[in-house]
Nanobody, 117 residues
Framework: QGQLVESGGGLVQPGGSLRLSCVAS????????MVWYRQAPGKRRELIAA?????????ESSVEGGLNLSRVNAKDTVTMFLDMTNLKPDDTAVYYC?????????WGQGTQVTVAS
């Protein structure tokens, strides 16, 4: 049974950086598109970045600061990284990773990112 587990969130000052990780395991996710979403308090969940199996990334321009997305396909796991720089208070949110296969969708539990001085 597949699962996604995010990590790397925390409290960071404005202008700081964070690296979020998402480990997908339990099924063969290597051929699928993996996606980062985030949900800020009182707002809808929004897609911020996606990466396909070849490592081609698509980033949403609405995100404050800078983003870099990468993934590593291993035998039994896929790890996706989201590097965020120059973070702003508006980047405060719970960040989720997502993927799907022919059977169902998969979501991680989320990791909290708080940008505050």
């Amino acid at each position: 049974q597949g699962q996604l587990v995010e990590s790397g969130g925390g409290l960071v000052q404005p202008g700081g950086s964070l690296r979020l990780s998402c480990v997908a395991s339990g099924r063969n996710f290597s051929g699928g598109i993996m996606v980062w979403y985030r949900q800020a308090p009182g707002k809808r969940r929004e897609l911020i970045a996606a990466i396909d199996s070849a490592g081609t990334a698509s980033l949403e321009s609405s995100v404050e600061g800078g983003l870099n997305l990468s993934r590593v396909n291993a035998k039994d796991t896929v790890t996706m990284f989201l590097d965020m720089t120059n973070l702003k208070p508006d980047d405060t949110a719970v960040y989720y990773c997502h993927t799907k296969d022919l059977v169902r969708e998969y979501w991680g539990q989320g990791t909290q990112v708080t940008v505050a001085s």
